[in-house]
């Protein structure tokens, strides 16, 4: 899925946030597939996004950084000192990071709200926090099935909380196909309506007067 642009109504890349484990016991399968999973985010033209930590989301990083791909980091910390003493993130393989200031927690919600799309893979408490701002923003949630954590109680977790929000939440264990349903919700949800804003939109802004 190439870059969102036209001349008459430029947008841009969807972003996909790659949500998981920072650490913990991490399988050989699961840090395979969940670098697999950021290299066809790469090829596909998309941007990836995550915490800017290590663990699930760094190998997703790692993945697209082969292909080439574009890759922001959302930190918790409040400069390049803090990211890498502090909260000893990884630099390696992301074209920016974004500096929050806000912590581990406090960031979850510019990390999510980044992103057009949402994926889980494995996943402890930080990211059964980022899964319910997603799901209580109405995000469009992607679960990589079989990477353990609390992916493996998605579906359960929505039948307890038994709200509402609009989100729509797709499962599968292969990255190409998750990426495929996650595509396809895309077009016929969310780019149709940013289509029509750029319509009443100046792509070089307004300056104030």
């Known amino acids: 899925m190439a870059k969102n642009n036209s001349n008459k109504f430029p947008f841009p890349s969807m972003t ?3 949500m998981g484990s920072a650490g913990g016991e991490l399988s050989k399968d699961t840090l395979q597939r969940v670098r697999c999973l950021g290299s066809c985010i790469a090829r596909r033209g998309h941007v990836l996004i995550t915490g800017a930590c290590p663990g699930l989301p760094h190998e997703a990083v790692k993945g697209a950084a082969e292909e080439k791909g574009v890759v922001v980091g959302i930190s918790p910390a409040l400069n390049l000192e803090e990211h890498v003493i502090k909260y000893h993130c990884p630099t390696r393989g992301y074209d920016a990071i974004i500096y929050t200031g806000s912590g581990l927690m406090g960031r979850e919600i510019e990390n999510i709200r980044s992103c057009d799309v949402v994926i889980f893979a494995g996943g402890r408490s930080g990211t059964l926090g980022e899964f319910a701002i997603a799901y209580d923003e109405g995000k469009v949630i ?3 099935e079989e990477t353990g954590g609390i992916t493996e109680h998605i579906d359960d977790i929505v039948n307890m909380v038994n709200k509402d929000t609009g ?6 264990s292969d990255p190409e196909k998750l990426l495929d349903k996650l595509e396809n919700i895309y077009k016929e949800s969310i780019l149709p309506y940013n289509l029509k804003l750029m319509k009443r ?3 070089d802004g307004v300056i104030d007067s």
């Open 16 to 18: 996909v946030g790659m």
């Open 167 to 172: 989100a729509i939440v797709c499962y599968d």
């Open 142 to 144: 992607g679960v990589l």
């Open 201 to 203: 939109h100046d792509p």
